[in-house]
């Protein structure tokens, strides 16, 4: 895995893992505000050049609490250092989410979108309830994270998906978006399928019987899943 920094349009500094060669990914970790602990090359799309920056705020990248235009403009900085005219974009659950966003916002860097067990363009009640009921069964999986980045971030998504033209821009977006669902996900995924139906190159499949986090407890099955998704969208 190599490092480098590169600098914000604001003079931060951002740290940012890569690995492999081929058609440029970037990976985007969950959260928000959580280290990036998908910046493996066991965990990486084979095949492929991956990209996974530090989010802001999160050491040893720079900065603090933001908002989602914020990273959206700091994958971007990412993107224009190292000269990628567009890339697919890879996310696990809040950075699946944080992918939607930037596919909507800058469309014509990305090739596609693979977003794995997503929250959703939501704050549904009854998902929220099934989420905290299956909660102390689900597996614990301890991994580092800054709370006032958390808290920015979260607040900063519920005003976006409270914009009056979210849903117009989803069923009017030419980005290829497949959507993956973990089998065993305490998370109800009807939010990715009514994502997958809203929009015109959307998909979604179910991977059966693992967990949220099954970066973790099936790392082979989450690089397999990975790969597929990619090679699809080249």
Request: proline share 5%; glycine share 12%; charged share 20%.
């Given at each position: 895995m190599d490092s480098e920094h590169i600098t914000a349009d604001d003079g931060v500094?951002?740290?940012?893992?890569?690995?492999?060669?081929?058609?440029?990914?970037?990976?985007?970790?969950?959260?928000?505000?959580?280290?990036?602990?998908?910046?493996?090359?066991?965990?990486?799309?084979?095949?492929?050049?991956?990209w996974f920056p530090v989010p802001r705020g999160v050491s040893p990248s720079e900065g603090g609490p933001h908002d989602m235009a914020r990273a959206i403009e700091d994958l971007e900085a990412v993107?224009?250092?190292?000269?990628?005219?567009?890339?697919?974009?890879?996310?696990?659950?809040?950075?699946?989410?944080?992918?939607?966003?930037?596919?909507?916002?800058?469309?014509?860097?990305?090739?596609?979108?693979?977003?794995?067990?997503?929250?959703?363009?939501?704050?549904?009640?009854?998902?929220?309830?099934?989420?905290?009921?299956?909660?102390?069964?689900?597996?614990r999986i301890d991994v580092p994270w800054v709370r006032e980045v958390h808290a920015a971030l979260w607040g900063s998504?519920?005003?976006?998906?409270?914009?009056?033209?979210?849903?117009?821009?989803?069923?009017?977006?030419?980005?290829?978006?497949?959507?993956?669902?973990?089998?065993?996900?305490i998370r109800p995924n009807w939010p990715l399928q009514q994502l997958a139906v809203l929009v015109p190159g959307g998909s979604f499949e179910v991977v059966a019987d693992v967990s949220h986090d099954f970066w973790t407890t099936d790392p082979e099955l989450w690089q397999t899943t990975c790969t597929t998704a990619c090679d699809h969208l080249l």
């Open positions: 500094s951002l740290q940012v893992l890569t690995c492999g060669a081929g058609p440029d990914v970037v990976v985007l970790s969950g959260g928000p505000g959580m280290v990036h602990y998908l910046a493996e090359e066991s965990l990486a799309p084979e095949g492929f050049r991956c993107r224009q250092a190292n000269g990628i005219e567009s890339w697919i974009v890879l996310g696990h659950s809040w950075g699946s989410d944080l992918a939607v966003r930037y596919a909507l916002d800058h469309p014509r860097r990305v090739r596609g979108l693979v977003g794995i067990a997503g929250h959703g363009l939501h704050r549904d009640r009854e998902w929220s309830a099934a989420y905290e009921a299956g909660k102390a069964a689900a597996p998504f519920k005003k976006w998906i409270h914009e009056p033209t979210l849903w117009r821009d989803l069923a009017d977006s030419a980005v290829p978006m497949r959507f993956i669902a973990a089998g065993g996900d």
